[in-house]
C-alpha cells in the first residue's frame, strides 16, 4: 500500500446515464500498470530535478542547455498527453502520493473507514524558509490525505470546505515523518475531519477540516 488503500473500490457518485459529465467518473480507475514499471523512478527523477533547481546556483551557460533540454523532454511529452482520468500522475496507487508529482510523497501505511496513517516526507523543494517546511506544502499533505479519509468513510469523492492548520512546531524536510487523518463526526453530507503530523513524538501540526461528499453527478 503506497499512494492509497489497494483493497477499496472506488465507486464515485455520478450521474447513472452519464457518469462522465458534470462530475466524478463513477468509477475512478486507478492502475498500477500505466506508465510502465519504471514510471515512479521518473516521478521521482522529477522530484529530484526540483530540489535540485530549487538549490543550484547556475551560470548563464548551464540554463541555456537546461532549457533546451527541457524543451526537448517537453516536445516528447506533447506527444502522449491525455486527460486527468488516464494519467498515471494520480491514479497509481501503487506509489507514493498516487505518482502525482504535485503532493509531497507519502505511502499510506493503513487505511479504511477508521482512517488513515501514512508516511510522508517534505522534499529539499518544499523549502519554506531556514530549513523547514513550506506551510502550504503541509496543508496540502493534509488536505490529501484527510480527502482520502473522508473518502474511505463515505466510499466517494468529497471536497474541501474548509481546511485549518495549526502550526505547533517547525516541520522539518528529508525526514520520514507520520501524518494520520480521521472522521471524527459526520453529520450526512458534513466530514468533521482532524488530522496530525508527528516528528517521532513532536507534534508538528494538527488539522480541523471540514469536507462535503458530492451529490450524484456534482462538479
Ligand atoms: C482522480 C483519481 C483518484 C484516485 C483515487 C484514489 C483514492 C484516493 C481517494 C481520495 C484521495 C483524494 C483526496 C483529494 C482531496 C482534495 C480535496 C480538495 O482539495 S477539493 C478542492 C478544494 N475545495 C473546493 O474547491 C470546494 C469549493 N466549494 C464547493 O464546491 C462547495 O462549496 C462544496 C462542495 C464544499 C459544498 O457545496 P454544496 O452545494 O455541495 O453543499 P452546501 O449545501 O453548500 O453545503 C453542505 C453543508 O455543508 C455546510 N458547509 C459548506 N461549506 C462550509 C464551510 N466552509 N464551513 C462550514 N460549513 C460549510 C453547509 O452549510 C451545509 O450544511 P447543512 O447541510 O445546511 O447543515
Known sequence: MKGAPTDQKWHVPATEDSPHEGGFRAEI???VERGGPRYGELIEQVRTFMD??????PTP???????????????????VLVDEWTSPSGTRIDLPARGNITLPPYEVVDGGEHGVTATVEFRPF???GN???HGGHVATAFDDLGGMAAAL???GICRTAYLTVNYRSLT????????????????D??????GTLHDGERLCADLDALFIALRRGQA
Open 52 to 57: 535540485k533547481v530549487r538549490y543550484a546556483n
Open 29 to 31: 480507475d486507478v492502475t
Open 131 to 133: 530549513g523547514v517546511a
Open 126 to 128: 518544499h523549502l519554506g
Open 61 to 79: 551557460e548551464l540554463v541555456d542547455e537546461i532549457i533546451s533540454d527541457l524543451q526537448e523532454f517537453n516536445a516528447k511529452l506533447d506527444t
Open 172 to 187: 522539518p524536510l528529508s525526514t520520514p515523518l507520520m501524518l494520520r487523518t480521521w472522521v471524527e463526526r459526520r453529520d
Open 153 to 155: 468513510n463515505v466510499h
Open 189 to 194: 453530507r458534513k466530514l468533521f475531519v482532524k
